[in-house]
Each structure stands twice: as C-alpha cells, then as structure tokens.
C-alpha cells in the first residue's frame, strides 16, 4: 500500500433492497383497541462486490403482536454501496460493521415508519441504535465460541 494515498470512505448508493409489510388478520385486527407489543430485529450484512466497494444491507424486522395474533410485521432491508479503501485490513470490519449500518439506519427508520403508516397504523420511529456495542457483543461471542464450530 503506497503510505501517501488517503483513506477513501464514500457512499456511492443508497437504497431499499428488500421491503415486506404484512397484515395477516385484516381487516379485523383494526378493530382491536389494544396497543400491541413491539419487537424489533436488527441485522447487519456486509460483503466485497468489487475492489474496495462493499454492499452493506442493515435489516430490520418489526413485529407488533396482540397477545398470540400478529398485528403486522414489516421487514426493511435498506441497502447501501460504499467505497472503502486505502484503510487498514484492521479497521475495515468496523468500518462495514459499525459505520456503515450508522449511515443506513436512519433511511431504514423512515422506510419503517412509512411502512407502518401506510398498513394502517400508528408509525413505530425506532430508537438510536449503538452498532458499535452490537458490533463488540458479536466480537466476544465470537471469542468465546469454541474453535471447532462454524460461525454462522
């Protein structure tokens, strides 16, 4: 690596990849009064798609319930094409990890919010999220595995 070329951290696209709203028991499930119970699931996914040039997807599944009926669930996979390069190999992962899914995730929450709207509901605007814990938790349960077991 040639020391006088600068990192390059730049965002080439971003963009809805995946998008599943259902709402399996319309139309009597609006009738309900109830508020439902709200689960959240995050998932991040980075891989190479060419030289320095990384598709990052951060998907978010939102379950709302009542009890054992689900009131909806939307599902988000808001894309995103990053140049990365001229950075150390020891700081690329945190790079797909943490900073990537931080840019994403407001586009992934306005996604959500719109998606809920316009099931029918009240929008669900998600909190912060801190990828750089989610990203260390990963870490030490990866540390912690034992060796002979494959790391999904």
Do not use: H, W
């Not at 190999?89 to 586009?107: G, H, K, S, T």
């Amino acid at each position: 690596m040639d020391q006088n070329q600068q990192p390059v951290f730049s965002i080439e696209k971003l963009y809805v990849k995946d998008l599943s709203v259902e709402v399996p028991n319309a139309p009597q499930i609006y009738l309900e009064r109830e508020a439902p119970n709200v689960e959240v699931q995050l998932n991040t996914q980075g891989t190479g798609i060419g030289d320095g040039v990384f598709e990052v997807i951060l998907t978010v599944t939102v379950t709302a319930k009542l009890e054992d009926k689900t009131v909806f669930l939307v599902e988000v996979g808001q894309g995103g094409i990053f140049r990365i390069q001229n950075v150390p190999d020891d700081q690329m992962e945190p790079l797909v990890a943490i900073a990537c899914p931080n840019i994403l995730f407001p586009y992934a929450r306005e996604v959500v919010a719109d998606a809920v709207t316009r099931a029918g509901f009240s929008p669900i605007v998600l909190q912060p999220v801190n990828f750089e814990a989610m990203y260390m938790s990963r870490l030490q349960q990866e540390q912690q595995a034992p060796a002979e077991v494959p790391i999904q």
